[in-house]
């Protein structure tokens, strides 16, 4: 389903742009497991920030990420999903939808990463719906911030990984 | 490599209009003359409950527009979240195969709860089609590239959930209900509604 915006809610924004170094971080995926940006230097990260769980739009942008992590693979590209939920949320939330890629828990400190990347939504505590592409050296190619009930799909992030340099796709 | 900018990647507001980046061919299911005015063509999952309920809506459209549409349908299964529709999407291809597709179509979304293989098969049988035939394509994934294609080409024009329709090329982002839809449809075909329908 394809929730249409009730209004223009196209606020400036400070995400970080193209060119931009990307802010390590580490988050739990899960309530034992870290995983660290720089875990995938030598290959292209998708991070794809979405405000919550559950939520309709996130559950549905989720599912249609879960049916073309094949073709992200294919760029050798790994895709992250990040909110503010914490690790068991993910885990239910995971485990009921069968996604087959991470969600990291941006919870403690809360939406740290959010703020990192200029996506943090402080008037309500959870970070926009805001997609990265970074290259194998760990630079930002590409990022996109859609209006919150907006599910962006995935053409531009397939986009963004056709126009990194062939080097910069498998290290 | 730091320094290598891409000027056009924070330019997103100028193509928010999204399109159909593969155009309606042969290959295409097609109800409609070819040369109809407005051609509606949906992304649809069979176990999509949203589906379900345009599935009317659309049938209801064909009768109001008649030869000014051509509606197309093409697939968009969400299989990890709807465990049927990637089996009832090769099985409509199946009976397109045995040219019944739109037979298959129908009994598809008349029967959501009931996508199960067997049930698939059923429906072969009650589309008098070869059922067998049916079930060893099922197996053999015969037409699942064909699936893929269609979900790929949603993916690429910027299908993001189902069902998403396009309207002369174009991304219908408004609500799909009856009265909204043909009111779209209608002045998309040039504004020529009919009364007779």
Known sequence: MSIPSTAADTTPHGALAAGTQAPDFSLHTTPDQLVSLSDFRGRPVILAFYPADWSPVCGDQM????????????????????????????????????????????????GQVARLYGVYREQDGISERALFVIDADGIIRWSHVSPIGINPGAEGILRALESLPQESQHG | MADHRRPESEAEPADRVARLTVAVTERDHAQGPGDASVTLVEYGDFECPHCGRAHPVIQEIQRRLGEQLRFVFRHFPLGEMHRHAQHAAEASEAASSQGHFWEMHDALFEHQQALGDRQLAEYAGQIGIDESRLQRELIDHVHASRVRQDFMSGIRSGVNGTPTFFINGVRHDDPWDLDTLLAVLTAAAGGRPRTDA
């Open chain 1, 63 to 110: 599912a249609l990420y879960n049916e073309t992590v094949s073709e992200f693979q294919k760029f050798n590209a790994e895709l992250l999903g990040v909110s503010v939920d914490g690790s068991w949320c993910h885990v239910a939330f995971a485990h009921e939808r069968h996604l087959h890629f991470p969600l990291l828990s941006d919870f403690e400190p809360k």
